[in-house]
C-alpha cells in the first residue's frame, strides 16, 4: 500500500515555514518590509511546492 500524502498539511505547513523564515530575515536585517509582502512572497513559494508536488 503506498503512503499518503495530505496536500493541505504539505500547504498550510510550508506557508507557515516560508513566512517564518521570512520574517526572521526582515528582523535580521532590519528592513521595513510589510507584513502582507511578506504574507504574498510566502504564498507564491508555498503554491510553487504544491504544484511540484501534483506534477509528480
Known amino acids: ?5 495530505y496536500i493541505d498539511i ?5 506557508l507557515f515555514m516560508n513566512y517564518f523564515l521570512l520574517y526572521l530575515l526582515k528582523r535580521l536585517v ?4 510589510p507584513n502582507w ?3 504574498l512572497s510566502a504564498l507564491v513559494g508555498a503554491l510553487y511546492v504544491l504544484i511540484m508536488v501534483l506534477c509528480q
Open 37 to 39: 509582502r511578506l504574507i
Open 10 to 14: 504539505v500547504f498550510i505547513e510550508n
Open 30 to 33: 532590519r528592513s521595513k518590509v
Open 1 to 5: 500500500m503506498g503512503d499518503i500524502l
